[in-house]
């Protein structure tokens, strides 16, 4: 159990759609990561928060958002999903101590019909 | 965009046998990580390498870090079933924060 909570642990939902994905860190750790991963993929970053702001952006696409809340979790906003959106997504809280170490949720696998 | 690229892709072999799977780019990374994924899990990391040219140990994986600092390779000993899952390789970049970029992974199958 790496202490990052990811709900829900499956969704599907319809193309057009809007979906909420959470994410909660590790107890201690300030920083949240979100990535995708699709099919036999490697993890695509999305975006990075440290301590509420927004610390990086990778290629995250117009329809999606996210935010971290003043108690650490945060989410992940998912609008006008198409297909090609379905994928596990992941969030991971990075280790303050080692300040290298990536915890990885058990992640969001969304089906987009 | 730094690119990390794993090859071989795919990989099946027979319980006992060796195997190396490599991490490649052409930019010079700050450090660079090995990652575990299995099916319904996230990636639980392995090994963090930092200098060129370091070797480290976990059991029979042996994690190589090129003399450049651009590529990386792990080596398993004797492999197991219990060996079988997504290695991923994640590259961070001297200057790019604690951004760290992942390679496509090498899906590894170790059959009894």
């Known amino acids: 159990d790496s202490g990052v909570t990811q709900t829900p642990k499956h969704l599907i939902t319809a193309t057009g759609q809007r979906v909420t994905l959470r994410c909660s860190p590790r107890?201690?750790?300030?920083?949240v990561y979100w990535y995708q991963q699709s099919l036999d993929q490697g993890l695509q970053f999305l975006i990075q928060y440290y301590n509420g702001e927004e610390r990086a952006k990778g290629n995250i696409l117009e329809r999606f958002s996210a935010q971290q809340f003043p108690d650490l979790h945060s989410e992940l906003n998912l609008s006008s999903l198409e297909l090609g959106d379905s994928a596990l997504y992941f969030c991971a809280s990075r280790d303050e101590k080692t300040g290298s170490t990536l915890h990885f949720g058990n992640g969001t696998r969304l089906t987009v019909t | 965009t730094q690119l990390l690229e794993q090859s071989p892709q795919f990989l099946s072999i027979q319980e006992g046998e060796n195997l190396t799977v490599y991490c490649n780019s052409s930019?010079?990374?700050?450090?660079l990580q090995w990652y575990r994924q299995e099916p319904g899990e996230g990636p639980v990391l392995l090994v963090t390498?930092?200098?060129?040219?370091e070797v480290k140990k976990l059991k029979r994986l042996t994690f190589q870090f090129g003399d450049a600092r651009k590529d990386s390779s792990l080596h398993i000993t004797a492999a197991q079933t219990g060996d079988t899952g997504l290695y991923l390789c994640?590259?961070?970049?001297?200057?790019?924060?604690?951004?760290?970029?992942f390679g496509g992974g090498t899906r590894l199958m170790v059959k009894p």
């Open positions: 930019s010079v990374f700050s450090s």
């Open positions: 994640a590259g961070r970049s001297p200057g790019a924060g604690n951004m760290l970029t």
């Open positions: 390498v930092v200098t060129g040219g």
């Open positions: 107890s201690g750790d300030l920083s």
